[in-house]
């Protein structure tokens, strides 16, 4: 059986070899005291200092010696290291002869990286060893019951941190990476979404309107490996009537205006996911319906004589608390149980700390990139400090709202604490002023009214925490679709 020695290089080790050390470091001790038929080094170190080591170890065994420059943030960073050690172990395994057993050396390099090699030895089913002054080298018994005590850093993340690395789950892809963060509890809610993407069970979203709930269920999907597409459907905008046909499509002449058979949202969305967002926004006669389908996986055609079976990964949104509207007699609750499968739930802004900062130069970078280089601006600290006392009551979307104003209104090429606090209070302006303007030069009453319509639809829907058919009774409409229709036709974001 061939042995092949895969381990980082350390500081001890670069001392040996620039004979800075009495002894031969952890890598050439091993070499020399146990037989291998490959050596495969992993190093952080810049080139100039890692090759040198590499030819100098060639003169210490006959083996072949490989080396892999890896890049990392830090040293003690483990999800770098849990990546850099998985891609040079995914390099190497396919290559080796059938029987071929690997040992990880756990001496050489930082405690973070000998902690990583104790947690994925059971995945490769490699050997440990260890070398010392005293004992030399020698084989390192690790029972998987200690590694949450020898590395209390990694354990500090959460016990699915380490049961990620230890059960050998894949490296994180890209499908996350456009949620911009730095914040705990965002981490956290991606990590859990990570868990949940491969599974085809319901995903229930909850959290305030703006707060990306649509951005993470298509990471979501993304990260799935569903091969179909990503449907979305805005369950507040669709007309009571028209709610069956939305999702289960009609057949030629099912009813008067069906002049072609037309497919619903459930079939177009087979084989991948299909997105309700506002999901407490059904009436409860859809919900029903929606029930069924989720139950059967069937679904049918107004006017057709049969059922069409159809493998849709269902992911709800929604801005109210859809336990409290279940008690509230609102929402079914077997739908609920239906839906809240895996639950995840978007924090506010004003809950993620200095993630503002990092949304606003996410946001300001592609208004940049709008603008020729000479036009492009930054923000001052004191403008910065506005965007942090605020309490963003719409979220990312009024983030964006309030940079755009303050990037169009501003001269020169910095947006200056006064810029942001106008952009701030320009609601609140526009509040005050709305009455009593003068008539005449120029007046325009349709717009005028247009200005009252958003305004009151606005504060409707901040009152009610984005709920609807609330909204719209407490301005006096009838229905949730009327409210809808009104804040589409007069620019009002649901």
Known sequence: MGR?????????????????SDDHGPIAEAVSKRSFDQVVLVSDYPKSKAEPFEAWLKTKTDVPVTLKLEKLRTPTNYEDIYRAATKTLDWLV?????????????????PAMGAMWILLAPRYGAELIQSSKEAGVEVANVPFEIVAEFVPALARQGDAAIERVAVGSQPEDA??????????AVSRLIERARLAAP???????????????????????????????????NCGAIPKELVESHFFGHTKGAFTDAKSGQAGKFELADGGTLFLDEVGELPLEAQVKLLRVLQEKK???????SATSVDVRVIAATNRDLAAEVQA?????????????????????RERGDDVLLLADRELEKLNGERSPRDQKKLSAAAKNVLRRHDWRGNVRELQSTLLRAFVWSKGTTIDETAITEAVATRKAADAEILNRPIGNGFDLRATLSEVIRHYVAR????TQGRQQQAAELVGLKNYQTLANWAKKHGVEL
Request: aromatic fraction near 8%.
């Open 329 to 349: 007699g609102r929402f079914r609750e077997d739908l609920y149980f239906r839906l809240a499968v895996l639950e995840l739930r978007t924090p506010a802004l």
């Open 4 to 20: 092949v020695l895969v381990t980082w290089v350390g500081m001890k080790d670069l001392s040996a070899a620039q004979g800075k």
């Open 199 to 233: 599974w085809d069970a319901a995903v229930l979203i909850e959290g305030e309107s703006g707060t990306g709930k649509e951005l993470l269920a298509r990471a979501v999907h993304d990260a799935s490996g569903r091969k179909g597409p990503f449907v979305e459907v």
């Open 460 to 463: 409707a829907l901040a009152q």
């Open 175 to 184: 499908s996350f990476d456009s949620i911009v963060h730095r914040d705990e």
């Open 299 to 305: 679904v049918q055609r107004i006017g057709a004589a």
């Open 94 to 110: 396919p290559t080796l002869p059938k029987g071929t057993r690997l040992t990880f050396h756990l001496s050489p390099g930082t």
